[in-house]
Every structure is written in structure tokens, then in C-alpha cells.
């Protein structure tokens, strides 16, 4: 059973688009975090969010909790080629940490 | 702050030798380390989870004789691939979390294990 669902897992777009990842769960999380990966390398930790409705941003990169912290976006404005990488999201819960499947982004020059 | 090495980046064995591979936390002691697996295009897979001191954890499925895992110190955590084969080949990524925030991670950089 995946507890964290993330969308789209794909997404290829234009420079200067914007958009937006979710992550998804019927379960509670106390945190959660959000990583992003680039080929051949370790993920980076971008944020981690706590309290439920939580907004915050990194740059053009914003990210917020749902009010039952159950769920997140990442939304990224005016999108650029460095953005291109691996997203995952990650919840904790009962002292276990849950990735989802990671959406795969590719922004277009 | 909060960098996690790991060595070697790349390793090519040959299928039944052993290779281990070191994880270490540069700037701080970590409270937990993470062994992960992934597969190409994919996401991560837990493969166990490591204390300073204490048998590691491993995830259904993950044979501890095989990967076996050791915790020396509150900086070091190595994975031996025991008995290497072909289907073991993968890109594996250590993790470590520190005493600030239980669940924020802090990754290595990865090694890519290919098994001939």
C-alpha cells in the first residue's frame, strides 16, 4: 500500500511555466519534508513543514501543509532548466519516515 | 552544516566478492543513519535503519545477511554487500538524521554498485 501518492509522477514543461507537485495520504504526518534529486546524486532536503496550512518559500519554490497534514504541494513559479530533478516528499510518522515515488520534473530551455 | 560522505562513489566487483561501503557524517554525529536502494528512474527503498551502538533495523524483505550493516561510531555506518551478484547492482544512498530534527535526512551522495 503506497501511504504517500504523489502527482504527477511526470511533468515536462516550457521555461517560464509554472506548476505544481502534490503529495497525497489518508494518514496524518507530523512533518514532512520535501527533497529534490538530481541523477546520480544524493537527494537535498528543500523544506520541512510541521504545522498544518503551513506555507513557506524557498525563492520561487513554495510549499504548504493542509490544514489535517495529511497532504502538500511544492509549486514552483516561472520555472527554470535548474529546476529540472527528482522531487519526493517524505512524512513522519510513528517514528517511521515514508517516501512517496518522487515526480520526475523536466523544464524545457 | 549537516554533510554526509559516502566511498566510494562507484564500484565495480565482480558477482560472489564482497564490497562495503562507508557512510559518514562530516560536520556532525548523527543519531540515525538510513541505508536506501534505487533502482533507475525510481524512488527510494528503505532498506534498514542504523543507531550508533545497535543492530541495525532492516525492512521486510531485505536480507541482514547479506547487506550487513555496521554503526561503529556516531560518524561512521558501513554496508557490506556480502556474496555480490548481478542483481544486487544498484545505486545505493546512505542517510543521516541529527539530534535537531529526527525526521529532516541528510544524504550522501550515493555509490552506483555494479555487479559483473
Known amino acids: 500500500t503506497q501511504l504517500l501518492e504523489q502527482s504527477p509522477q511526470f511533468l515536462s514543461i516550457q521555461e517560464g511555466e509554472n506548476l505544481t507537485v502534490y503529495c497525497n495520504s489518508s494518514?496524518?504526518?507530523?512533518?514532512l519534508q520535501w527533497y529534490r534529486q538530481e541523477p546520480g546524486e544524493g537527494p537535498v532536503l528543500l523544506v520541512t513543514?510541521?504545522?498544518?496550512?503551513e506555507v513557506k518559500k524557498l525563492k520561487r519554490l513554495t510549499f504548504q501543509f493542509g490544514d489535517a497534514r495529511k497532504d502538500s504541494s511544492l509549486h514552483i513559479t516561472a520555472a527554470q532548466p535548474g529546476d529540472t530533478g527528482l522531487y519526493l516528499c517524505a512524512g513522519a510518522r510513528d517514528d517511521k519516515i515514508i517516501f512517496g515515488k518522487g515526480t520526475r520534473l523536466h523544464i524545457l530551455p | 552544516g549537516a554533510v554526509v560522505s559516502q566511498h566510494p562513489s562507484w564500484v565495480i566487483c565482480k558477482s560472489g566478492t564482497s564490497v562495503k561501503i562507508e557512510c559518514r557524517s562530516l560536520d556532525f554525529q548523527a543519531t540515525t543513519m538510513f541505508w536506501y536502494r534505487q533502482f533507475p528512474k525510481q524512488s527510494l527503498m528503505l532498506m534498514a535503519t542504523s543507531n550508533e551502538g545497535s543492530k541495525a533495523t532492516y525492512e521486510q524483505g531485505v536480507e541482514k545477511d547479506k547487506f550487513l550493516i555496521n554503526h561503529a561510531s556516531l560518524t561512521l555506518s558501513t554496508l557490506t554487500v556480502t556474496s555480490a551478484h548481478p542483481e544486487d547492482s544498484s545505486f545505493y544512498i546512505c542517510?543521516?538524521?541529527?539530534?535537531?530534527?529526527?525526521?529532516?535526512?541528510?544524504f550522501g551522495p550515493g555509490t552506483r554498485l555494479t555487479v559483473t
Open positions: 494518514s496524518v504526518f507530523s512533518s
Open positions: 513543514v510541521v504545522t498544518g496550512g
Open positions: 542517510s543521516a538524521t541529527t539530534s535537531g530534527d529526527p525526521y529532516e535526512q541528510y
